[in-house]
């Protein structure tokens, strides 16, 4: 397939993340090394459609790796997902020569692949690219480190005004099926629980929590919620806590695209760069349909229908851990 290979395309797509700047700009110069051609479509699956698609030299990519967001923009496509929709997506990508693309992107960019990769012969490849972290077969996905680091910080922020008002803060995050910001974020601002959609955890139960924290003097309590979690967002949980706990006077923060924003961490930039080269070179060994990733620090291949299909469980020695610690 190597030889076959001579234009490769790539793109972002879903909700934006810290580092999809260094994956691209990691993309474009390892292809480049490789004597590829190198197109970026702007706006996902829809600039596919739209044709909206610029050839990309070294220099489109300098001085991006530090910025968050994307330069290639992204979009949710509802067009792609129609038989038409795609056949004017494949009709963009052969006009301009396309033999290949890497899209950047999280469960729904790589569904969107697979299913034209099984319509249209154009091989692909997915580099993990979302904050949730919640993408089977890699440890960590593009984004997840820097959005658990604002998360963290903000709540540091929140903890200083606890700590002087002696108030109960309910902070939610994102994560509407993934509770993997909400762990990390509880553990590292060492909150007093942490509401994630992956466990039941009942109101009567921190309401006991709380009700153990006052009898040793604790003067303040931060509560991390998960956005998708059973028990309702932040703010329905501060009303039932409300109600069982009168004495508390309870807050509320939602930090919400505040951790998509914002400069890389380090751990992202790396991240990005290793998976944009490996993305490369995957396709010009000849893999398609694969989404790469990271295991024990090894990069992996996992194909799309796995990635798409199977769940990624939370670390249960972090959930008990977590649970310990905050006692």
């Known amino acids: 397939m190597s030889n076959e290979i001579k234009r490769i395309a790539v793109f972002t797509s879903g909700g934006d993340a810290p580092g999809m700047n260094a994956a691209v700009r990691s993309v474009v110069r390892t292809a480049g090394y490789n004597d590829l051609h190198v197109y970026g479509i702007h706006r996902g699956y829809d600039g596919m459609i739209n044709g909206s698609i610029k050839r990309l030299e070294r220099r489109d990519v300098g001085n991006i790796m530090h910025r968050g967001g994307t330069i290639l923009k992204t979009a949710r496509s509802e067009a792609f997902r129609t038989k038409e929709g795609r056949k004017q997506a494949y009709d963009s990508l052969m006009a301009h020569d396309i033999d290949a693309c890497v899209a950047i992107g999280g469960n729904g960019t790589f569904t969107g692949a697979n299913i034209f990769m099984q319509e249209y012969d154009v091989p692909f490849v997915g580099l993990p690219g979302t904050i949730d972290n919640d993408i089977y077969g890699t440890d960590y996905t593009i984004g997840f480190d820097t959005a658990i680091n604002t998360a963290v910080e903000a709540v540091d922020k929140i903890r200083d005004t606890a700590d002087s008002h002696n108030r109960l803060f309910f902070i939610e995050v994102m994560g509407r099926h993934s509770g993997y910001i909400a762990l990390h974020t509880g553990i590292g601002s060492g909150a007093s629980s942490i509401f994630l959609p992956e466990i039941d955890d009942s109101i009567e139960e921190l309401s006991e929590i709380l009700t153990?924290?006052?009898?040793?003097?604790?003067?303040?309590?931060?509560?991390?919620?998960?956005?998708?979690?059973?028990?309702?967002?932040?703010?329905?949980?501060?009303?039932?806590?409300?109600?069982?706990?009168?004495?508390?006077?309870?807050?509320?923060?939602?930090?919400?695209?505040?951790?998509?924003?914002?400069?890389?961490?380090?751990?992202?930039?790396?991240?990005?760069?290793?998976?944009?080269?490996?993305?490369?070179?995957?396709?010009?060994?000849?893999?398609?349909?694969?989404?790469?990733?990271?295991?024990?620090?090894?990069?992996?291949?996992?194909?799309?229908?796995?990635?798409?299909?199977?769940?990624?469980?939370?670390?249960?020695?972090?959930?008990?851990?977590?649970?310990?610690?905050?006692?």
């Not at 807050?251 to 751990?267: A, D, E, N, W």
């Not at 790469?292 to 299909?309: K, M, Q």
């Open 212 to 327: 153990k924290s006052a009898k040793r003097k604790k003067l303040f309590n931060l509560v991390i919620v998960a956005e998708g979690n059973k028990n309702g967002n932040a703010m329905e949980i501060a009303d039932k806590i409300k109600k069982l706990n009168p004495e508390y006077d309870t807050k509320v923060t939602i930090i919400g695209h505040l951790q998509r924003g914002g400069s890389p961490s380090c751990f992202d930039r790396v991240l990005s760069a290793r998976l944009g080269f490996a993305g490369v070179n995957a396709l010009l060994d000849g893999k398609s349909g694969v989404a790469l990733g990271v295991v024990n620090d090894e990069i992996s291949y996992t194909p799309f229908e796995d990635a798409i299909t199977k769940t990624k469980t939370l670390n249960k020695d972090l959930v008990k851990m977590a649970e310990i610690l905050a006692l």
